[in-house]
């Protein structure tokens, strides 16, 4: 079947420092990959996607590459923000279905 | 240009009672998804509708729930006779296009459902 798992949470970091968010899916056809955000009493916003082999996404500095050999979809950004604190979603969808899959979700929290 | 928009942002139900949770659709957009969140858990899909069709409920539980894209005004995602583990946070999105697009999807902010 098909499912996406991510590296739990919380990640605690101080401000400046270097994030990763580890994302791996398995699916049985060829998936479009995203990365959504949720802030505190917000609904997920759309951070970035790719939707084929080697895509790199990016977006406010985040940054995911599709890799099919590792099957993975990992969220980088060199320097966070305490703004950047929430909670994040790995997804997927394959082409001609119309659900989203999601993971269960990393939270984030960056201090000063 | 408002986004998706949910009602409530919070519920309360007694066990038995029924909740009814609204959702409008970003304007133009005519295919809505909606999704729920378990406790430390992720999104699950629950159903996909167009105006006045549903064209997948896969994820829907099979009894007590329904869910209605009437062709005027909200989708409506209806829970009847709930129990403690309907607690929830129910998300709608919206889409211009529809399936096989790979359209983006725009979320609401949720309606919280707990079930006393």
């Known amino acids: 079947g098909n499912s996406v798992t991510q590296m739990e949470g919380p990640v605690t970091l101080s401000e400046e420092a270097f994030l990763t968010i580890n994302c791996t899916y398995t699916?049985?056809?060829?998936?479009?990959l995203f990365w959504y955000v949720q802030y505190p009493g917000e609904g997920l916003q759309l951070l970035l996607k790719a939707t084929k082999a080697d895509d790199k996404g990016s977006n406010k500095g985040f940054e995911a590459t599709y890799r099919k050999e590792t099957t993975s979809f990992h969220l980088e950004k060199g320097s966070v923000q305490v703004s950047d604190s929430a909670v994040y979603f790995c997804?997927?969808?394959?082409?001609?279905?119309?659900?989203?899959?999601f993971g269960t979700g990393t939270r984030l929290q960056v201090f000063p | 240009n408002a986004g998706v928009m949910q009602n409530p942002r919070h519920l309360v139900r007694r066990r038995g009672q029924e909740a009814r949770l609204r959702c409008s659709p970003m304007k133009g957009h005519s295919h809505v998804y909606w999704y729920r969140q378990l406790p430390e858990e992720g999104l699950k899909f629950m159903v996909y509708l167009q105006k006045e069709n549903i064209i997948d409920e896969s994820g829907m539980p099979k009894e007590r729930f329904s869910a209605e894209f009437p062709k005027e005004g909200p989708s409506i995602l209806r829970i009847q006779q709930v129990v403690r583990g309907d607690s929830a946070a129910y998300f709608c999105?919206?889409?211009?296009?529809?399936?096989?697009?790979?359209?983006?999807?725009?979320f609401g902010p949720g309606t919280r459902l707990t079930v006393l």
């Open positions: 699916a049985t056809g060829y998936p479009s």
């Open positions: 997804a997927l969808s394959i082409y001609n279905t119309d659900k989203l899959i």
């Open positions: 999105a919206s889409s211009l296009l529809g399936q096989g697009a790979n359209n983006e999807q725009f």
